[in-house]
C-alpha cells in the first residue's frame, strides 16, 4: 500500500547529492579523494553532486567512503502489514487483558 508522499525521486536526487557534498566537506574530502577511495571516477562524483544523477553501485561505493553505508541496509525493509478490511480486524487474535489478580 503506498502512503501519501509529496516527494517524488527528481525532489530527492538533489537532497541526497546535496547531503553527501556536506558529508564530503565534513570528512574534509575533496573529490577526487572520494574518487581515489571509492573507485567511482571523478566525473561520475562531479555529476552526482552536481545533478544528483549516479548508478546505485556507484552510490553505495561513495556512501561506503561518506561511512554511509549502513543507512542503506534498511531502505527496503519488511513494513508491518495493516488490515484493511472488518474482517482481517476481527480475525487478528485478541491481546491478553491486563488487570488485577483476584
Do not use: C, W, Y
Not at 571509492?38 to 562531479?46: E, N, P, Q, W
Not at 553532486?49 to 546505485?56: D, F, S, V
Amino acid at each position: 500500500m503506498l502512503s501519501l508522499n509529496l516527494e517524488t525521486p527528481e525532489t530527492l536526487l538533489p537532497q541526497i547529492a546535496n547531503r553527501a557534498r556536506a558529508r564530503r566537506l565534513a570528512l574534509n574530502l575533496t573529490q577526487a579523494g572520494v574518487a581515489a577511495r571509492s573507485g567511482v571516477s571523478l566525473g561520475s562524483i562531479k555529476r552526482f553532486e552536481r545533478t544528483g544523477e549516479i548508478a546505485l553501485a556507484s552510490l553505495l561505493q561513495i556512501a561506503l567512503v561518506l561511512d554511509a553505508l549502513e543507512e542503506f541496509k534498511t531502505l527496503f525493509s519488511e513494513q508491518p502489514t495493516f488490515p484493511s478490511t472488518l474482517d482481517q480486524i476481527l480475525q487478528q487474535p485478541k491481546k491478553p487483558q491486563r488487570g488485577r489478580l483476584h
